[in-house]
Protein backbone atom coordinates (compact mmCIF):
# COMPACT_ATOMS: atom_id res chain seq x y z
CA UNK A 1 0.00 0.00 0.00
CA UNK A 2 1.03 3.39 -0.86
CA UNK A 3 -0.14 7.04 0.48
CA UNK A 4 -1.36 9.54 -1.63
CA UNK A 5 -1.86 12.87 -0.14
CA UNK A 6 -4.90 14.51 -2.21
CA UNK A 7 -5.14 18.47 -1.27
CA UNK A 8 -7.19 20.52 -0.93
CA UNK A 9 -8.84 18.86 1.36
CA UNK A 10 -5.85 16.90 2.83
CA UNK A 11 -7.72 13.42 2.04
CA UNK A 12 -5.24 10.62 2.56
CA UNK A 13 -5.70 7.48 0.15
CA UNK A 14 -4.04 4.01 0.44
CA UNK A 15 -3.66 2.49 -2.56
CA UNK A 16 -2.70 -0.44 -3.54
CA UNK A 17 0.28 -1.75 -5.50
CA UNK A 18 -1.23 -1.72 -9.33
CA UNK A 19 -4.52 0.15 -8.20
CA UNK A 20 -5.66 4.17 -10.28
CA UNK A 21 -5.91 6.72 -7.58
CA UNK A 22 -9.32 7.26 -8.57
CA UNK A 23 -9.90 3.55 -8.09
CA UNK A 24 -8.44 4.01 -4.67
CA UNK A 25 -10.66 7.10 -3.88
CA UNK A 26 -13.75 5.41 -5.37
CA UNK A 27 -13.40 2.05 -2.67
CA UNK A 28 -12.66 4.53 -0.04
CA UNK A 29 -16.18 6.16 0.00
CA UNK A 30 -15.04 9.32 -2.01
CA UNK A 31 -16.43 10.62 -5.48
CA UNK A 32 -13.34 12.09 -7.99
CA UNK A 33 -14.64 13.95 -10.63
CA UNK A 34 -15.02 12.75 -14.31
CA UNK A 35 -17.51 12.32 -16.90
CA UNK A 36 -16.12 8.97 -18.61
CA UNK A 37 -16.01 7.24 -15.62
CA UNK A 38 -12.57 6.33 -15.59
CA UNK A 39 -12.13 5.18 -19.49
CA UNK A 40 -9.25 8.19 -20.10
CA UNK A 41 -11.50 9.94 -22.46
CA UNK A 42 -12.39 13.14 -21.09
CA UNK A 43 -9.78 14.69 -18.94
CA UNK A 44 -11.67 15.91 -16.12
CA UNK A 45 -9.82 14.01 -13.52
CA UNK A 46 -6.78 15.81 -14.71
CA UNK A 47 -4.53 16.58 -11.34
CA UNK A 48 -1.36 18.22 -10.18
CA UNK A 49 1.63 16.15 -8.88
CA UNK A 50 3.07 18.53 -6.41
CA UNK A 51 5.31 15.60 -4.32
CA UNK A 52 6.08 12.18 -5.72
CA UNK A 53 6.36 12.61 -9.22
CA UNK A 54 9.23 9.76 -9.74
CA UNK A 55 7.06 7.51 -7.70
CA UNK A 56 4.08 8.08 -10.53
CA UNK A 57 3.82 4.71 -12.36
CA UNK A 58 4.57 5.11 -16.50
CA UNK A 59 2.13 6.92 -18.26
CA UNK A 60 -0.29 5.13 -20.94
CA UNK A 61 -1.05 5.57 -24.25
CA UNK A 62 -4.47 6.48 -24.04
CA UNK A 63 -3.70 8.96 -20.68
CA UNK A 64 -1.32 10.92 -23.07
CA UNK A 65 -3.65 11.00 -26.03
CA UNK A 66 -6.50 12.48 -23.88
CA UNK A 67 -3.98 15.08 -22.07
CA UNK A 68 -2.21 16.00 -25.62
CA UNK A 69 -6.33 16.67 -26.74
CA UNK A 70 -7.43 18.68 -23.51
CA UNK A 71 -4.90 20.61 -22.78
CA UNK A 72 -2.51 20.96 -26.15
CA UNK A 73 0.32 19.18 -24.38
CA UNK A 74 1.52 17.08 -22.28
CA UNK A 75 3.21 17.91 -18.63
CA UNK A 76 4.17 15.08 -17.00
CA UNK A 77 2.81 16.83 -13.54
CA UNK A 78 -0.48 16.51 -15.12
CA UNK A 79 -1.45 13.29 -14.39
CA UNK A 80 -4.93 11.62 -15.12
CA UNK A 81 -5.72 9.75 -11.76
CA UNK A 82 -8.36 7.22 -13.94
CA UNK A 83 -4.56 6.00 -15.33
CA UNK A 84 -2.35 6.99 -12.22
CA UNK A 85 -0.61 4.31 -10.21
CA UNK A 86 2.09 5.04 -7.56
CA UNK A 87 4.75 3.22 -6.37
CA UNK A 88 5.66 5.11 -3.13
CA UNK A 89 4.37 8.52 -1.69
CA UNK A 90 2.73 11.06 -3.80
CA UNK A 91 0.58 14.26 -3.09
CA UNK A 92 -1.33 15.95 -5.61
CA UNK A 93 -4.14 18.30 -6.36
CA UNK A 94 -7.19 17.94 -7.39
CA UNK A 95 -10.22 20.05 -6.33
CA UNK A 96 -13.63 18.41 -6.18
CA UNK A 97 -12.87 15.53 -4.95
CA UNK A 98 -15.54 14.83 -2.43
CA UNK A 99 -17.19 12.06 0.14
CA UNK A 100 -20.65 9.95 -1.48
CA UNK A 101 -23.69 10.88 -0.52
CA UNK A 102 -25.24 8.44 1.71
Do not use: F
Not at 16 to 41: F, I, K, L, R
Not at 43 to 71: A, H
Amino acid sequence: MTRVTVQPMDLELEVEDGQTVMAAAHAAGYVWPTECEGNASCGLCVSIIREGLDNCGEMPEDERETLQRTMGRVDPSRRLACRLTVSGPVSLTKRGVRPKEA
